[in-house]
């Protein structure tokens, strides 16, 4: 059954805290992505992937880390630094970077509240 | 930057009425995209549209592209229940990175 996996779909963490989101993929595709989701406001990207050992900015990197050490996995750091990570975190993929021509498939997303 | 606007943010609709949402940029659009998202879940594609004046009918749902290909709509004919949710058009940058906009919010009253 192929697909993209969150986990986990809630988490709460203390402020000053580093967290690690897992997103795995197991449908091949070369390019991974990760958005924030706030209420009213659309998807805004974080970080992506156009091919395993590479990753780039999007336009709300700061705060976030990222790794792309193998092609099924992405995973999203949210660090100490980040202002307001209380948020709704979907990690995406699609066959390739081209992003004119391919639909992006969403995980189920991880719910985050930093208290 | 690239900004994708949508209106109207919430669409309140009556079981069976008919309705429409509405997508623009502030610049030219190679294709746009539309995804579906249930309460409590995830965006799901539903469509691409590339060619400018492009429309494309998935049942009662009918996408446009505008023929400048800096507008687009949804429009939904005879709503139901399953059609909750909020729908997102998204477009690349001039980078290639997609710019979601805000969604529009569909509650439907049975």
């Known amino acids: 059954d192929g697909g993209i996996t969150q986990s986990p779909k809630y988490l709460f963490r203390k402020e000053g805290q580093n967290v690690t989101l897992s997103c795995e993929q197991n449908?091949?595709?070369?390019?991974m992505y990760w958005y924030r989701q706030d209420p009213g406001q659309g998807l805004r990207l974080i970080y992506y992937?156009?091919?395993?050992?590479?990753?780039q900015k999007g336009d709300i990197a700061e705060g976030y880390s990222v790794s792309r050490e193998k092609k099924e996995s992405f995973p999203l750091t949210v660090t100490s630094a980040q202002k307001n990570p209380t948020a709704f975190y979907l990690c995406?993929?699609?066959?390739?970077?081209?992003?004119?021509?391919?639909?992006?498939?969403f995980g189920p997303g991880t719910r985050l509240t930093v208290t | 930057g690239q900004q994708v606007m949508q209106i109207p943010q919430y669409q309140h609709v009556q079981e069976g009425e008919d309705f429409t949402t509405y997508c623009n940029s502030s610049?030219?659009?190679?294709?746009i995209q539309w995804y579906k998202q249930r309460p409590g879940g995830h965006p799901v594609f539903l469509i691409q549209?590339?060619?400018?004046?492009e429309v494309k009918k998935q049942k009662r749902l009918t996408f446009q592209f505008g023929e400048a290909k800096k507008n687009s709509s949804l429009h939904i004919t005879a709503t139901q229940t399953t059609d909750v949710g909020t729908y997102f058009c998204?477009?690349?940058?001039?980078?290639?990175?997609?710019?979601f906009g805000a969604g529009t919010q569909v509650v439907v009253t049975p």
């Open positions: 610049t030219t659009l190679s294709n």
């Open positions: 992937s156009q091919i395993v050992n590479d990753f």
């Open positions: 995406a993929s699609s066959i390739s970077w081209d992003q004119s021509s391919y639909e992006q498939y």
């Open positions: 549209l590339v060619k400018s004046g």
């Open positions: 998204a477009g690349p940058d001039s980078w290639g990175k997609l710019q």
């Open positions: 449908l091949n595709h070369d390019a």
